[in-house]
């Protein structure tokens, strides 16, 4: 299977965030369905998540050196990422926009045309309003699905 720019292919998204504060440790796992395309020298990953507030719509942009996650309806944030650059992002809440600051550690996505499979990595520090919020892992696994 070969993706032409533009072209929206259904996948099943896999989302594991581990976040590291200190000594503490969280993961979060989530399976979603959504899209997967490519846009000029850009892969998009689309999917909607429902969260306390309501479904935010979550896209994740990956290029060679830069990455991007926003998030709009319920949720609305914006949080860009590139190899070892302290990059300022955005999370507004119903009190605020709250300034955040990632610094990207590691940053590598792939996509096997022939099998439909993908993968994310990334791994960042981040900083809300200037405090260390701890180290994020996001492992973010997809797969091309059959439409009925």
């Known amino acids: ?70 998030r709009s309806g319920a949720v609305r944030m914006k949080l860009p990422f590139k190899m070892n650059k302290k990059l300022k992002g955005t999370y507004h809440t119903p009190y605020g926009v709250f300034d955040m600051d990632t610094l990207t550690k590691r940053l590598d996505h792939q996509f096997d045309e022939q099998t439909g499979f993908g993968s994310i990595d990334l791994l960042y520090e981040l900083k809300m309003q200037g405090a260390q919020s701890g180290t994020y892992h996001l492992a973010i696994t997809f797969e091309e699905e059959e439409e009925l």
């Open 1 to 70: 299977m070969s993706i032409r720019s533009g072209e929206q292919v259904p996948v099943k998204i896999k989302v594991k965030t581990d976040i590291r504060d200190g000594s503490n440790k969280d993961t979060f796992e989530l399976t979603a369905f959504g899209r997967y395309y490519i846009k000029e020298n850009a892969r998009f990953l689309q999917y909607d998540e429902v969260v306390e507030e309501g479904t935010a719509k979550t896209i994740i942009k990956m290029s060679d050196q830069e990455g991007l996650i926003l």
